[in-house]
């Protein structure tokens, strides 16, 4: 069970309502049957429902208590006696969301904090929450139902949509940020980007006058930094997910539904499609454009296009297939035992 001095379980629901709320087929003797809570599969109990998504669980799945377990059609015939099933084709997407109704997002407690400051050019919507500490500057919009967390700073003109969120020290200017946007603790977004006319008489600033705009239902991990456009915009599609620790360049653009992953950097100018996935310590070098449904492995570095549903892996990134092939080569070089002459010391 979750800690209840940080989470808030809003159960019991009825087992009937779990199915319903994922479109998953009950297999129970009672649907009427209320579930308390979630719990992994090694310490689930009778009143809690746990979830099979990966066949290396299996003997875990067979030896588990818990008296309710979301499953795949092909793996339910090995639930134990007297275990209650939620099947559907998608478990872990089905146990996101019933997680999700046991411990939904905290809600915005509507008010401004004594203790922060508010431009009075500034729209704070009735129903936000605007923590101590906080500062929101001249002409800035805060939509309904948005939380704003201790410390953070909101800049002059910077607008953000309903029901979305701040996290504590994270900075916010030139942005203009759609519904159910969270930006989580320490992030920097709509500084300057890094563009500069360099030459020998020194390094010439050059002025970054566009914006970043992020789209609807967006999350951007802590202390990830975004750079506004040098003329263009920076673009966050919607749907995006960012993890923490990730830079993100000047111009650069994400499709709807990106996946990036911790410890990236793109640099300026890149376009990445629709749904493209980066694995943990990418590089992406600048001017590049990535396909809709590309995937990049870890540590990959990006130097080329790359066409649209192909995956890459390597430094320089080649296709994955491509770069195994390499791999199992040279590991058959180092392997063949030495053939030429012998010498003499």
């Known amino acids: ?178 519904a159910k946007v969270h930006i989580y603790p320490g992030c920097r977004i709509g500084q300057d980007g890094f563009g500069f006319a360099m030459g020998p008489k020194g390094h010439l600033k050059v002025p970054q006058l566009g914006r970043v705009l992020i789209g609807d239902d967006v999350e951007i991990g802590a202390n990830t930094t975004i750079d506004r456009g040098a003329g263009p915009d920076t673009v966050i599609g919607s749907g995006c997910r960012i993890d923490n620790l990730v830079q993100i360049g000047h111009n650069v653009e994400l499709g709807m539904g990106c996946v990036v992953v911790s410890q990236v950097g793109i640099s300026g ?23 809709d449904g590309v995937q990049v492995a870890a540590q990959s570095g990006i130097m080329r296009d790359i066409d649209p549903g192909t995956t890459v892996m390597g430094y320089p990134a080649k296709p994955i297939k491509e770069f195994w092939r390499e791999v199992a080569a040279v590991g058959k070089l180092a392997a063949r035992k030495p053939t030429g002459p012998k010498t003499q010391d």
């Open 1 to 178: 069970m979750a800690d209840s001095r940080f989470f808030r379980n809003e159960g019991p629901f009825s087992l009937k309502s779990l199915a319903e709320a994922v479109g998953a087929e009950a297999r129970a003797a009672d649907d009427a049957r209320m579930i308390a809570d979630v719990a992994p599969l090694s310490t689930a109990g009778a009143d809690q429902i746990s979830f099979l998504d990966n066949r290396n669980y299996i003997k875990q799945f067979q030896a588990s208590a818990a008296g309710a377990c979301i499953v795949h059609p092909d793996l339910a015939a090995l639930a134990p006696a007297g275990m209650d099933l939620l099947v559907t084709p998608e478990p872990y997407r089905a146990y996101a969301a019933i997680a999700a109704l046991f411990y939904p997002r905290a809600a915005a407690v509507p008010g401004i904090h004594p203790r922060a400051v508010v431009d009075e050019t500034a729209v704070v919507d009735p129903t936000a929450q605007v923590d101590a500490g906080a500062v929101i500057g001249a002409l800035a919009e805060i939509g309904a139902g948005t939380i704003i967390g201790p410390n953070a700073v909101i800049g002059e003109g910077v607008v953000i949509g309903p029901a979305g969120s701040v996290g504590a020290n994270a900075s916010l200017s030139h942005t203009i940020a759609g």
């Open 269 to 291: 100018s890149t376009k990445l499609g629709r749904f493209v996935v980066l694995g943990g310590q990418t590089g992406v070098a600048g001017h590049l454009s990535l396909g």
